[in-house]
């Protein structure tokens, strides 16, 4: 009896045992930085299945330009291996174009910046048709007459600033603009979003329609559009349909089901040089990262994936299952929003030495340390130092304008009528609009208390943002700290100006989505401009927009710095840290360090087994 | 019967529509724009006002939801804002992965609470009883996605057995032909809706066995195995199809810990996604989808109770 006791003690031990370390996983292992690692070498074994986790949302939609309703971001995902923008972002780990895998061969500007002459690569399609400027005038034709319906339509730019398109020869494509552009501009933030597509399989209106130069007219455009688009929505016939199957990147689709789950084969008439060394690339999807987490820890089929931050306590484990793990920058810009005109506190955020008080109390080197385990970038402005470091000016990198400094925070209030009380309310003392008064719209014995509603989801974000309520409470300012999905968040949150304060979207006082991606040129369009899309809070400054306009349109420089600083001491939103991304990939697998900033783990073409 | 059928049906379609009304007026009672939810941050004023016009959103809700009425009677439940398919379609690729995982699960439990629980009643007060009702408690205590997660870190992570996924084909012959795939995953929500159904046999049966017409059955020399089969047994299930009824409800409506922990989206994590992303479509697809197999498990059950037990008669009228 006493032995089966024991037997059975040490059973349930065991099992205790092993179910603890299972779920703990490891405290540390080792991360490489996925921008400055080498590109591991070794012998080529031609070959094999690549299968990546493919983490919360699937592709929907197929056709490379998505209607304005569809924001699914994963369509990029699924179809920029198959069709390539003009300009391909990102070369290795620099935020550069990256000529070997772009379409074109040389982007040369003249007429003032007003003219861009594109030669095109001699490369074919799939079907062994050659890519030639008609497939550019294609995408133009059907974007000019369609591209209010085309969600990656930026207003005022391309196509409604072309002026004309010419096409001297099969190889050359003139553009002419409206105005001048910023070459840097236009090319990294505007050409990089246009795929050119073949116009001699998919200019038709019907499956049995005749191709032909439907889209030279505007009706014939929409017609195609609306064909294409109606053939795009339909995930069943993804990886059948005759349509899709003509490519001019370096992947086809082999198989799309509609949980998400695709794969893609080599285009092995890919003309570009890198060409696939793996003979199947699977995306197999996950709607959180746990199964993601534990699938990788059973070690049985998940060769790369991506992970939230929150799981970086796994990597040890991970590592001992025989993966490596590299972070990545991500380039964006991480901010809490100020409401400018909330009814309660809109008064109190348009002073903008109250937001430099909140920003010197955000302890942004302390979050990256403790909270991101050292993996984000510092959050020192609007440019990311990390990602896009090329423009980052060197206020930014010497550590932006507000570095932490409560006792700043609190003179600053102070010298402007505010009875600061530490760990308690502070409040304004001397309200009016003089030099030393609390400012326009704020009255006596009001309290610097706010409400922060932030994406909900992340165990990061949390820490984060009890981090920031913690330290801002050094000068008596209260935040008030409430969490919601990303999606409800967003239908909540409406923009407030000047002119306009609708109760149902306006009462919102700080908001923090997470992050806002940027294009390979970080400039403010849409972010700090008057009416910017992403605007919320209705920050509206002449000289912000000014600057602004001049890095889009000036030709100099030192434009962008100039906007860069404004902008960075403006304070349009209040500067956070912004976490790196992680991936995790067997270590057998070559090629997938250095890491793309913008398509991490989007360029299998450069991946091999080593024999 | 018939009446009592017909009855019971126009009950059960006020009822569904009942259902309607109220989550249709809960979901546009909730703060919020299921235009900027659907097209995201970026979604400016004009693509708000063609999104709405395109959804009919911007017309007054009793006139929306006479449309979803006569559109769903026409077997139409729109389209899904934000996965851009039809909800009928949605529904029919999740609907039989619930129901293979549920169903089976089911099954499972039920063939072991069964006799475990007449066990427990033949037992009663003994050591094996109170053996099986810690065990039950015990697993009835701990939430399915604790429980999930422990059998994978043993037989997935540590021990390298099972697959940590359940079976990611689309078909049910696919997700039957990977049948390792669905241990994990089946024992998870068996295990913890045995110790449910068990509590009940055991209660049922313990009264059961108190009856005068077992004591009259054993007297008469019916073997022990013949009387428990024949007249413990079968009024013992009396109460587990009250709740087997209504879990119709369960197997239509998904296990949305179970398919987040096992990877397997079904109808669970679509009514969640729907219900954090404002997909009016799919949450009104999926209520009335759900509302209609409540009613029919709870009528299947009646009928159920009347073929069990000839004692129990539905009176017409």
Redesign the interface.
Same mark, same amino acid.
């Given at each position: 009896m006493r032995v089966h006791s024991t037997l059975k003690a040490g059973a349930i031990g065991l099992?205790l045992a092993?179910?603890v &370390?299972?779920?703990t996983g490891g405290s540390s292992g080792t991360i490489t930085n996925g921008q400055s690692a080498g590109a591991s070498k070794g012998p080529v074994k031609r070959g094999g299945t690549v299968t990546i986790a493919e983490l919360g949302v699937s592709p929907? %939609?197929i056709f490379p330009l998505p209607p304005? &309703?569809?924001?699914?971001g994963y369509n990029a995902n699924l179809t920029e291996a198959m069709w390539p923008y003009l300009v391909y972002a990102g070369d290795g780990a620099q935020s550069v174009v990256n000529k070997d895998k772009s379409l074109f061969s040389t982007l040369s500007y003249s007429n003032g910046d007003k003219r861009i002459t594109i030669q095109l690569k001699p490369w074919n399609w799939s079907d062994g048709r050659p890519i030639t400027s008609r497939d550019f005038s294609f995408v133009y034709n059907l974007l000019k007459a369609n591209f #209010?319906n085309w969600n990656a339509h930026l207003?005022g730019l391309f196509p409604e600033d072309v002026a004309k398109v010419s096409t001297p020869d099969a190889r050359t494509v003139v553009l002419d603009l409206t105005k001048a552009y910023n070459p840097d501009f236009y090319t990294d933030d505007v050409l990089s979003t246009i795929p050119l597509l073949p116009q001699h399989a998919w200019d038709k209106t019907s499956a049995g329609g005749t191709v032909g130069d439907n889209d030279t007219t505007t009706a014939g455009a929409k017609a195609v559009y609306a064909y294409l688009q109606k053939e795009g929505?339909k *995930?069943t016939s993804f990886s059948t349909n005759p349509l899709w199957k003509v490519v001019d990147g370096p992947w086809k689709l082999s198989e799309f089901?509609?949980?998400g789950?695709y794969s893609y084969v080599p285009n092995p008439a890919y003309s570009g040089s890198a060409k696939p060394v793996v003979d199947k690339v699977i995306e #197999? =999807? %996950? *709607?959180?990262d *746990? =199964?993601?987490i534990?699938?990788l820890?059973? +070690? #049985?089929?998940l060769d790369v994936a991506t992970l939230p931050l929150n799981d970086i306590k796994q990597a040890q484990a991970l590592s001992s299952s025989g993966y490596s793990i590299a972070s990545v920058p991500i380039p964006g810009v991480a901010a809490v929003m100020p409401n400018l005109y909330n009814t309660a506190v809109g008064a109190l955020f348009r002073q903008l030495y109250i937001r430099q008080a909140l920003e010197y109390l955000i302890n942004r080197p302390q979050i990256v340390a403790k909270i991101y385990n050292g993996y984000a970038d510092p959050g020192n402005g609007p440019v990311p130092v990390k990602a896009t470091g090329t423009w980052a000016s060197p206020l930014e990198k010497a550590g932006g304008p507000y570095p932490y400094n409560p006792a700043t925070a609190k003179s600053l209030l102070q010298a402007h009528g505010w009875k600061v009380v530490p760990g308690g309310t502070t409040t304004c003392v001397s309200p009016g609009t003089g030099a030393s008064q609390c400012g326009a719209g704020i009255t006596a014995g009001q309290a610097l208390t706010f409400n922060l509603l932030y994406s909900s989801g992340r165990t990061t974000t949390d820490e984060q943002n009890a981090a920031i309520k913690s330290s801002q409470a050094q000068a008596g300012i209260t935040i008030n700290l409430r969490s919601e =999905? %990303?999606?409800?968040l967003?239908?909540?949150? +409406? &923009?407030c100006t000047a002119a306009s304060h609708p109760k149902? #979207?306006c009462g919102w006082q700080l908001a923090e %989505?997470g992050y806002?991606p940027y294009p390979l040129y970080p400039n403010g369009t +849409?972010f700090f401009d008057t009416g910017g *899309?992403?605007n919320?809070g209705g920050y509206s400054d002449p000289t912000m927009d000014k600057l602004i306009q001049a890095t889009e349109y000036g030709a100099s420089a030192s434009t962008f710095t100039t906007y860069e600083d404004y902008a960075a001491r403006q304070l349009p939103w209040l500067w956070l840290p912004l976490r790196e991304g992680i991936t995790v990939y067997r270590t057998k697998l070559r090629g997938v360090v250095p890491l793309n900033p913008f398509s991490s783990t989007n360029t299998f073409e450069d991946w091999y087994y080593t024999s | 019967m018939r009446a009592y059928l017909l009855r019971r049906t126009g009950q059960a379609v006020v009822v569904v529509i009942g259902v309607m009304v109220v989550t249709f007026a809960l979901i546009h009672l909730e703060p919020g724009s299921a235009a900027r939810a659907t097209l995201g941050t970026r979604a400016t004023d004009e693509r708000i006002a063609v999104f709405n016009a395109a959804n009919g959103l911007n017309r007054p809700l009793t006139a929306q939801f006479v449309s979803f009425v006569k559109q769903a009677a026409a077997g139409n439940l729109g389209t899904s804002y934000s996965l851009h398919q039809p909800v009928s379609t949605l529904i029919a690729q999740r609907l039989p992965r619930d129901g293979v995982l549920l169903g089976l699960s089911t099954l499972l439990a039920l063939a072991l609470a069964l006799p475990m629980g007449i066990f427990q009643a033949v037992r009663r007060g003994r050591a094996e009883d109170h053996a099986f009702t810690v065990l039950s408690f015990g697993l009835y205590s701990i939430p399915d996605f604790f429980f999930g997660l422990l059998l994978i870190a043993i037989f997935s992570v540590q021990l390298h057995l099972l697959p940590s996924q359940a079976p990611q084909a689309q078909s049910i012959g696919g997700i039957l032909a990977d049948p390792r795939a669905l241990v994990l995953p089946v024992l998870t929500l068996a295990l913890v809706s045995m110790a449910s159904f068990s509590r009940y046999v055991r209660s049922s049966a313990i009264i059961t066995l108190a009856q005068e017409y077992i004591q009259v059955a054993r007297s008469t020399g019916l073997p022990e195995r013949l009387v428990l089969r024949r007249h413990v047994l079968r009024n013992s299930l009396l109460p587990v199809i009250t709740v087997l009824g209504l879990s119709a409800r369960d197997i239509v409506a998904g296990a949305v810990i179970a398919e987040a922990v096992f990877n397997y989206p079904g109808m669970g994590q679509l009514f969640f996604q729907a219900a954090t992303s404002k997909d009016y479509p799919i949450l009104l697809g999926s209520t009335l989808v759900v509302g209609v197999a409540t009613v029919i498990g709870s009528l299947i059950a009646d009928i159920a109770y009347s073929l069990l037990d000839p004692r129990i008669r539905y009176v017409d009228g």
């Open positions: 099992a092993m179910i &370390t299972a779920c929907d %939609f304005a &309703t569809n924001q699914n #209010s207003v929505a *995930t089901r509609s949980n789950y #197999s =999807p %996950f *709607t959180t *746990t =199964p993601e534990n699938a820890r059973s +070690g #049985s089929s =999905p %990303f999606n409800t967003v239908s909540t949150i +409406g &923009t149902s #979207s %989505f806002d +849409g *899309t992403n919320y | -």
